[in-house]
């Protein structure tokens, strides 16, 4: 298994690798735990709503254009990346959307920067030429994030989701690749 290793700001060494079936249960876990954290992904407490045998199905159908990125400091999951992509759509199996996700406590280490150019890279090497994304248009610190690594605004989803009855605005943002 290819692993990407990187030294963070706090100095501490954190690997990168694509998801396995094995990862599936504690993956789980991870991700329900991060769902609570924060009010910017798009899922929450609840989670994904996935059984451990649909996640494994998840991780076991990966291919190059579609994956699951796990971020870990001590073997312990602290982040995770995605880039899923519709292959069997000709005239959309060049691009591929992403998702990140980071545990609060490890917010600010780098984690989030080096998940994505990893992904980018992995999306680079599989043919994709464009990857999306989109955030909350009030999350700063992602917005700061995504244009770092040279993804450009490209438009509003206004009414983009709903949180606790309150609508948010979604930025969609791109990048060429």
Request: proline share 1%; glycine share 10%.
């Amino acid at each position: 298994m290819e692993k990407y290793i990187f030294e963070l700001k706090d100095g501490r060494e954190l690997v990168i690798r694509k998801a396995e079936e094995k990862d599936a249960e504690i993956f789980l876990q991870y991700f329900n735990t991060v769902g609570a954290e924060t009010d910017f992904l798009g899922f929450g407490a609840e989670g994904p709503k996935l059984t451990v045998e649909e996640e494994k199905e998840v991780f076991r159908s990966s291919t190059p254009k579609n994956f699951f990125l796990i971020a870990e400091i001590e073997e312990k999951i602290v982040g995770s990346c995605s880039i899923n992509t519709n292959e069997k759509r000709i005239r959309s199996a060049h691009f591929g959307e992403l998702g990140i996700v980071v545990l609060k406590n490890y917010w600010n280490l780098g984690i989030g920067y080096n998940l994505i150019k990893t992904a980018i890279k992995y999306g680079k090497q599989a043919g994709l030429k464009k990857i999306n994304l989109d955030t909350r248009k009030d999350n700063q610190k992602a917005i700061s994030l995504y244009k770092k690594l040279g993804f450009k605004e490209e438009g509003i989803i206004t009414r983009g989701t709903l949180i606790n009855n309150k609508f948010y605005d979604l930025l969609i943002m791109g990048l060429k690749i």
